[in-house]
């Protein structure tokens, strides 16, 4: 009878911590949606931050990110230049799916078509308040700008800020044509669209990397009580470079050394304005490049880190960039992935975070979480297209084979680069011939092996012949069967 009752007690006694747990599962609140900052940084190289190598000066606040999340190894731009490699980034495509190629000059009648989708965009639909604050390059065309494009706030430049007329170390372009000067109006800075400053100097462009910071920790202690999602491309270090009063003359490495450490300092007043307002364990943080450095200004450019060529070119110094994603409590710390991923990556992995619907036109990211959760076994992502100029596939990629394409590019090798501002010379019709890299061993592609590997060579042609029926290929004269339209000014 005693057991019965024993027994009967402890039933009662389970049914109502149970009970209990339901009802607190029932009122507990939904967990606040994570916020998005998302870092793109202008031609800088896969060694230029210490925690990837750098030498003559440290990044310390960006080592400290890698510390505390995710440092990618083998992380590509879709495309080593400026207006394609943002539009892919925003998109979740491949550029040349979405009509975008090379870098959009001033008054150009093309932009991203509006009807495309941005991380922006998917986020709203989350209720996300959106903000940018930096380069944009993606059209400066009314029918372009970011407010066409998601976002509810945006400070910042149009375009690149070497398209005026005062370009080398500041000084004007004295061997410029009359008319390729009046194609280069002075840089505007727009303030949320409808006010703006020119910048005249040198010295206004060292204060950029500050007006663009401040407004990125404005906006956090702004909305700080919903969830919120800020794009901030800085518009260094490309060239000009400028680095403000406070940083010049600070490091070994001149000034773009300076420069850096100024970018650190950024990401390090973003990481404190996020301590400070209680959002640090909630907050993803994204850093990364739109595509390698432009090796041929010499000492005002960034190193590629030992890897092949630069900006502009499809080798792997052109398009692998440094990556580190930050997220406490989810992303395991001082992780180092060495699995390939892509910039197109970046807005499907975005949506799964946030449970947000994907684009409805197609796109080519794959959903990396796995990957920023610390799972090293998964492959979310097998192959890669690089691709150049208007749409050129020169070369394909499985895992870490890399089969080149025969075709005529860029190239700084056997170049004497530049100095101060001024570029050295950089042919853009050097023929490379098809080849085969092993990029497990020989990351800087110097040894071709496609004689040793003719099944690889033969697997890596097949993928080939798929990305040009998908989207086409200039050197081969396809065209896509997918491919999308830019937007068109009228």
Known sequence: MRKTLLLLVGLGSLLVVSAFRFLSLEKAPKATPPNVILIFMDDLGYGDLSCYGALQYRTPHLDKLAAEGVRFTNFLAAQAVCSASRAALL???????????????????VGLNPEETT????????????????????GDKPAFLPNKQGFDEYVGLPYSNDMWPVHYDGQPISNASDNRKKSFPLLPLLHNLDTLQEIKTLDDQAKLTGIYTENAVNFIKKHKKEPFFIYLPHSMPHVP??????????????????????????????????????????????????NG????????????????????NSFEGGQRVPCIVRWKG?????????KLASTIDLLPTIAHITDAKLPEKKIDGVNIFSLLKGDLSATPRKYFYYYYRRNNLEAV??????????????????????????????????????????????????????????????????????????????????????????????
Request: hydrophobic share 35%; charged share 30%; with cysteine.
């Open 119 to 138: 991380i922006a965009e998917v986020l709203k639909s989350k209720g996300y308040a959106t903000a940018m604050f930096g380069k944009w390059h993606l």
């Open 330 to 338: 989810i992303t395991p710390e001082g992780v180092v992935c060495n």
């Open 397 to 490: 990629r499985r895992d870490d084979w890399k089969l080149v394409l025969p075709h005529e590019g860029r190239t700084y090798e056997g170049q004497l680069p530049g100095n101060d501002g001024f570029p050295g010379k950089a042919p853009e019709n050097h023929p490379f011939p098809l080849a085969l890299y092993d990029l497990r061993r020989d990351p800087a592609e110097r040894y071709d092996v496609k004689e040793l590997y003719p099944e690889i060579l033969a697997e890596l042609q097949k993928v080939a012949e798929e990305a040009r029926e998908d989207l086409g290929d200039d050197l081969t004269k396809r065209v896509g069967k997918n491919v999308r339209p830019s937007g068109k000014a009228e």
């Open 241 to 290: 470079i400028a680095a403000s009063a406070k940083f010049k003359g600070k490091s070994q490495q001149g000034t773009y050394g300076d420069v850096l450490m100024e970018i650190d300092w950024s990401v390090g007043e973003i990481m404190k304005a996020l301590k400070e307002t209680g959002l640090d364990k909630n907050t993803i943080v994204i850093f990364t490049s739109d």
């Open 293 to 312: 450095p432009w090796l041929n200004y010499g000492n005002h450019a960034g190193s590629s880190g030992g890897l092949r060529e630069g900006k502009g």
């Open 91 to 109: 998109t979740g495509c491949y550029p040349n799916r979405v009509g975008i190629s090379g870098a959009l000059f001033p008054h150009a009648k």
